[in-house]
């Protein structure tokens, strides 16, 4: 287990989130950001079994045949089909469709960092109508508890990416799910996310990134209340997590019947490590379709 700081969102003083612009030379001001120490759990070892559904999150041991994920043909053509196989196997879903990959190896994201002219991929060159950044892009760890979609703009992206099925695809249940994987074993800054089940409705902020060409509305989380009484969030990460180590978890669910929809996540420093090399990780975005569960 870690103790370390957990960057989450301080709401402007009128209580009106406020949009993020979003290019090369964005910045966040990390002082304005609501910093909370916070334990981060080990699930290595942990007696609780950490599913989608219940907790928001679960790991699954997966070897890919890819090594190298540089090449942006080859990932598509070789890792996605493992990935929707994977996918399939874990939900259960009737269909699978990835809409997005990207590969972050950059020191820090290019929002939180010190001099974005030492970053790999221009946020400016995204194309018309993407609503993430162009495949690949060498982006690094995102500093800063989030969702990368609200649930109210999640169909809105499915209708981007599949305008031909989607009113199909809204008559049952469907998700959004990532599929994060270490491109090396991760020592530095690792991925932690936040277990559903201690998170609140008020607890969530819809924030609009606003890039030159795209717009995409996502959750960012604001610090539990200091009057709960059941101990607030709870924050689990994988130590050294190699490339087996595989992490789903949810950016949304249709589905409102108690079940986790979300999992919200972020990296966090871990001082044991600090003067690690950078991070590398692949993450996948993918629509999952339950096709027959229409209620």
Known sequence: ??????????????????????????????????????????????????????????????????????????????HYPEVVKLLETITGSSKVIIFHHQVRQARTHYLYHEDASTIEGDP?????????????????????????????????????????????????????INVWRPIKTIYKDPFAVLDARTMLPEDLAIVALVGPQFTNNTFSVKAPSKERKDGGHK???????????????????SKTDGRARAAPHTSFDDNEFKHMDARQSLEIRAFVFHEDDVE
């Open 235 to 253: 924050w689990y990460y994988m130590s050294q997590q190699t490339p087996e180590d595989v992490l789903l978890f949810k950016n949304f669910d």
């Open 124 to 176: 400016t060159k995204e194309k018309q109508n993407e609503n993430f950044p162009p495949d690949a892009s060498m982006h690094g760890p995102v500093r800063g508890a989030h969702t990368d979609l609200s649930y109210d703009f999640a169909p809105e992206v499915l209708k981007m990416y599949c305008p031909d099925q989607a009113e199909q695809f809204l008559k049952g249940r469907f998700q959004v």
């Open 1 to 78: 287990d870690v103790q370390t700081d957990i960057s989450y969102y301080k709401l402007p003083e009128d209580g009106i989130p406020l949009p993020v612009i979003m290019n090369k030379d964005t910045r966040v001001d990390l002082s304005k950001c609501d910093w909370q120490l916070t334990t981060v759990y080990d699930v290595r070892g942990s007696l609780f079994n950490f599913t989608l559904d219940v907790a928001g999150f679960q790991s699954a041991k997966h070897k890919s045949s890819l090594d190298d994920y540089s090449d942006d043909a080859m990932v598509k053509e070789r």
